[in-house]
């Protein structure tokens, strides 16, 4: 039997809108509606579209909202959008209140999420060596709107879970003296994809683990499966990355 063909409703156009629509189509699925800043999206709209999903990589202010419109009409949604975490608690109510469904993933690849289970193996060993100092450092294009990157944030969390001793994280340039935070630098360069480091640095050594995405499809690819996963759960609620990967 051919794998079924979904109706996705693309809400943010940009770099990610356009992948996601190319590797879809070529997965069999079909692109029901398009919404970008010139045709935000609505109720009506999504509702008029028939999606089974929608896939959201819009900009941080606007997903929040995006995504509850969506919980409105009872249309799944796969977040990709970050810098929003903050709307979090008021974006769960609304789809508890809607008995709707959405995941988010600061990072939808595969090897990303390989690279958070790395890392929080690796933070687990390394909390036996205080003598180790870590840092996180992410590069992506010159048109990355937020710093540090979701990724960057979700690495941060990974070692925070697995070393007591560190408090929080903060962006390099305002880390404090004697700060027990996690320092991340945020470059912007050029028009790359996404790449990050994790670095423990003592004395005698460093030990790294890095992840670099050499163009968009791993996103891509992951938000569509992510999308599909959705569909097939019965309960409302948030789901992550986590879930649609035990699901595999
Ligand atoms: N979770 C993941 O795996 C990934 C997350 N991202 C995140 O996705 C977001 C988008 O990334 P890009 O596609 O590179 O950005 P982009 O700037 O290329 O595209 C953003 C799109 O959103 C549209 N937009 C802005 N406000 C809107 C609104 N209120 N309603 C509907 N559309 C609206 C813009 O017109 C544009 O088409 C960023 O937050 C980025 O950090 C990007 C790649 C992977
Ligand atoms: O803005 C991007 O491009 C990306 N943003 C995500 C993030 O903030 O972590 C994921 C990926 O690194 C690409």
């Given amino acids: ?25 070529s997965m069999g699925h079909n692109i029901v509606a398009k919404f ?15 999606a089974d999903f929608a896939i959201e990589f819009t900009r941080p202010e606007a997903a929040a909202e995006n ?18 975490l903050n709307k979090l608690p008021e974006v769960k109510a609304t789809l508890e209140a809607n008995s709707s469904k959405m995941l988010y993933a600061s990072n939808f690849s595969i ?6 289970e790395i890392n929080r193996k690796l933070a687990s060993i390394m909390s036996s060596f205080p003598e180790y100092g870590v840092e996180i450092e992410e590069v992506h294009h010159t048109q ?27 962006l390099h340039e305002n880390l404090k003296e004697d700060a027990d935070d996690i320092p991340i630098k945020a470059i912007r360069q050029d028009d ?31 938000s569509i499966l992510a999308g599909i996963f959705l569909c097939k759960q019965k309960e ?4 992550t990355i986590k879930d649609f990967f035990k699901s595999l």
């Fill in 1 to 25: 039997m051919s794998n079924p063909s979904y109706k996705i409703a693309l809400i943010g156009y940009g770099k990610m809108g356009k992948t996601i629509e190319q590797l879809a189509i």
């Fill in 236 to 239: 409302a609620g948030v789901y």
């Fill in 36 to 50: 970008d800043s010139n045709n935000p999206l609505t109720e009506e709209k999504l509702l008029a579209s028939s």
């Fill in 111 to 116: 090897g990303v999420n390989i690279l958070f």
């Fill in 192 to 222: 790359v994809k996404g790449i990050h480091h994790v670095t423990y640095t003592s004395s005698i050594d460093k030990i790294e683990i890095s992840h670099e995405a050499f163009n968009r499809n791993g996103f891509a690819q992951g």
């Fill in 144 to 170: 990355k709107l937020d710093a540090p990157s979701g990724t960057a944030i979700s690495l941060a969390e990974g070692i925070l879970d697995n070393i007591p001793d560190l408090n929080g994280w903060s």
């Fill in 67 to 84: 995504i509850s419109i969506c919980a409105k009409a009872q249309v799944p949604v796969a977040v990709g959008t970050t810098g929003w």
